[in-house]
């Protein structure tokens, strides 16, 4: 099945206001479903900073001898915040142009910076939208059959994101030296 991509265009950050605009940290004295939602923004806009100004061939360099690129570990975390905040809590997602069990880590040829870039994008709106209006009490039904709540769903994805987005650290030093979670920020 085939997704209609956007045209390629530059790699932003997916919230409204650029994270070099906002707080670079947790609120300090937020409350527990703040401070987790903002602790995962802070990383997520991180994962798309390593993505910027890299041509479509940098972001699909793999690194690894298992295949790890940035562009596809952005699309596994597409996948993982539909699956996790909608699916879970029973709501709604949108159709997969690739099996998540197999196609998540790679992009293929036809699918393009900007088409992934804007899954993330939608992703992360459907879940913040979760997260919103959803207690960290409130229980759900996982993938695997496993009942999880809000809260540890928040925890696993901080540390799904946190984990990927030091890969992309990694990865991004290593295509052009560039270091840090934004420009100007070790």
């Known amino acids: 099945m085939s997704s209609p991509q956007p045209e390629p265009g530059p790699v932003t950050p997916?919230?409204?206001?650029?994270?070099?605009?906002?707080?670079?940290?947790?609120?300090?004295?937020g409350g527990e479903?703040?401070?987790?939602?903002a602790s995962l923004d802070l990383h997520r806009d991180a994962v798309l900073w390593k993505l910027a100004?890299?041509?479509?061939?940098?972001?699909?360099q793999?690194?690894?001898?298992?295949?790890?690129n940035p562009l596809g570990l952005v699309k596994h975390l597409a996948a993982v915040e539909y699956g996790w905040f909608c699916s879970t809590f029973g709501r709604e997602t949108e159709p997969f142009w690739f099996d998540p069990a197999t196609e998540d880590m790679a992009a293929s040829g036809d699918e393009t910076t900007a088409g992934i870039?804007?899954?993330y994008a939608r992703a992360r709106a459907a879940a913040d939208a979760a997260i919103r209006e959803t207690d960290l009490e409130t229980t759900g039904t996982a993938w695997d059959g496993r009942v999880v709540s809000m809260r540890w769903v928040l925890i696993h994805m901080l540390e799904d994101t946190v984990r990927h987005a030091g890969h992309m650290d990694i990865l991004r030093e290593l295509i052009d030296g560039?270091?840090?979670?934004?420009?100007?920020?070790?």
Do not use: I, N
């Open 53 to 60: 100004g890299l041509d479509d061939e940098q972001v699909r």
């Open 178 to 186: 560039a270091v840090g979670r934004f420009p100007g920020v070790e």
């Open 14 to 29: 997916a919230s409204s206001t650029p994270a070099t605009a906002r707080a670079l940290h947790v609120p300090y004295t």
């Open 117 to 119: 870039v804007a899954f």
């Open 33 to 37: 479903k703040e401070s987790l939602h």
């Open 62 to 68: 793999a690194m690894t001898p298992s295949g790890t």
